[in-house]
């Protein structure tokens, strides 16, 4: 399997692109099941997730083109689709949970495996399958799978009881082509959530209100073929700003929307870092103190510090002056980098839900491993700043969610070997 060795890294300088969104691009994939029309999606990330959708999408009868040097995907769901999802598909992503609500609006039925757990937490889907009931579906789980029928789907009011992504994402496409209306409240108000409402109106639908926490969808009969380009992916910006600040360097960031990393930024600036919107997108310079101050992080659904910059920022707070405490509110389980981290010299210590973390003047390279997708990014970032060199395996979990990392911070000045 491969591994990542890395090396100390001089201050890292430069300017790099980020890319397409990662958790926008998978439902606005999925949702194209709603449209026997074609749908062109731009500014696609090539990811080992996006892969893993395409086949889950083929295996149900899409057809899904790549144009990879333009970064853009043609789907096809013309014809007859198959209603079931594969276990090994959906195990492997649990995104992959989203093609229940697009398929039960198409077909009027749909077979998918529950997802489990993963190494975050339990992460169960009760609150998609309450909407789905609300909606008028009936809901069988057996056997480790779980189906849905309804002949038609009629729009209902659904709370629900925590602003869930996948919920209100999954929701939302099954309401598109309901009856009468629907009305999503205290819905998840990410970005991801916006750029899939826009994606679905721009393909005919009618929905109002994404980005807030009350979501309007008035069914409509179906959907046409359509255009779109993927937002940018604002934890891979979010990472690459805490590279910049780990190895004090000075870099900046194009195709970056400022809005959605207002969190983050706050958070840079709290702990000394500057940082600039420029004409070209947005500069992270370490101040001239040099010196990294401690801070409390607590995550939180958007507009809040997110989730999936926790493990990451921990790694910028291993090396803080003073002491830190990151709270995780959204998973029950997302501290696996900790015992890494601690690995390589960091002190931190664990106290239910919170973590205190000591600064501790440097880090040392070690033997580590990537436990999931953002605890493996924060492992690079360790690694950049740790003295001597890091060994990383299971990278592979990295390359689901980062399009090259290696790469693109080697052109940054980084000295990350990818050894398969
Ligand atoms: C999405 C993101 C993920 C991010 C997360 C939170 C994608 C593909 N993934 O995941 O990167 O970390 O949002 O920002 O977009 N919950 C329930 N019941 C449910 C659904 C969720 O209890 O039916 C709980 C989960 O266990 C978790 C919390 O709600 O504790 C948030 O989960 P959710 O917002 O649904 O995350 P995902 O959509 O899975």
């Known amino acids: 399997m491969a ?9 890292l300088k430069g300017e790099i692109k980020i890319g397409g969104s990662k958790n926008a691009v998978l439902p606005v994939l999925a949702a194209s099941i709603l449209t026997e029309g074609d749908c062109v999606i731009q500014d696609v990330p090539y990811l080992s997730d996006v892969l893993t959708m395409e086949k889950l999408l083929e295996s149900l009868g899409v057809r899904v083109s790549w144009d990879k040097d333009a970064g853009a995907v043609t789907v096809s769901a013309a014809g007859k689709l198959r209603a079931e999802a594969s276990y090994e598909l959906v195990s492997k992503m649990r995104a ?37 009931s609300a909606m ?3 809901i069988i789980q057996e056997h480790g799978f779980v189906r849905a029928k309804a002949r038609k789907l009629k729009g209902a ?21 309901a009856e009468d209306q629907t009305i999503l409240e205290n819905c998840a108000v990410e970005p991801e959530v916006v750029d899939l409402a826009n994606f679905l109106n721009s393909a005919g639908a009618d929905i109002r209100g994404a980005g807030t926490d ?13 255009e779109h380009a993927i937002i940018p992916d ?8 805490v590279a910049a600040a780990i190895t004090r360097g000075d870099i900046t960031l194009t195709n970056v929307l400022g809005d959605h990393l207002k969190p983050v930024t706050a958070k840079l600036k709290e702990v000394h870092l500057n940082v600039m919107e420029t004409e070209r ?65 960091a002190d931190i210590k664990i106290e ?60 940054l000045g980084a000295k990350i070997q990818r050894v398969e």
């Open 3 to 11: 591994k990542f060795l890395i090396k100390h890294s001089s201050p």
């Open 96 to 132: 992959s949970f989203l093609v229940m609500g697009p398929l039960l609006a198409r077909l009027g039925e749909v077979k998918a495996p529950l997802p489990g757990g993963c190494a975050i937490g339990s992460r169960p889907v009760d609150l998609h399958l309450k909407g789905f």
């Open 136 to 138: 008028g579906a009936d």
């Open 157 to 177: 009011r659904v709370y629900l009881d925590f602003p869930s992504v996948g919920a209100t994402e999954n929701l939302m496409m099954a309401a598109v082509l």
């Open 214 to 226: 009350t979501i309007k969808i008035n069914g409509v009969r179906e959907l046409r073929g359509t």
């Open 234 to 241: 604002r934890i891979e910006a979010g990472t690459f700003m």
């Open 281 to 345: 997108g947005i500069r992270v310079q370490c101040s001239d103190r040099k010196k990294i101050v401690a801070a409390d992080v607590k995550t939180l659904p958007y507009p809040g510090f997110p989730t999936d910059m926790q493990a990451q920022f921990m790694s910028l707070l291993t090396t803080a002056e003073g002491a830190s405490i990151v709270t995780e509110t959204v998973f029950e389980n997302r501290f696996m980098h900790v015992g890494e981290l601690k690995r390589m010299g």
């Open 352 to 411: 239910s839900r919170s973590a205190i973390v000591e600064g501790v003047k440097s880090l040392t390279g070690a033997q580590v491993k990537a436990t999931d997708l953002r605890a493996g990014a924060a492992l690079v970032l360790a690694a950049m700043t740790a003295s001597g060199e890091t060994e990383i395996s299971d990278i592979y979990h990295i390359d689901r969610g980062y399009c090259q990392l290696d790469e693109k911070l080697n052109q």
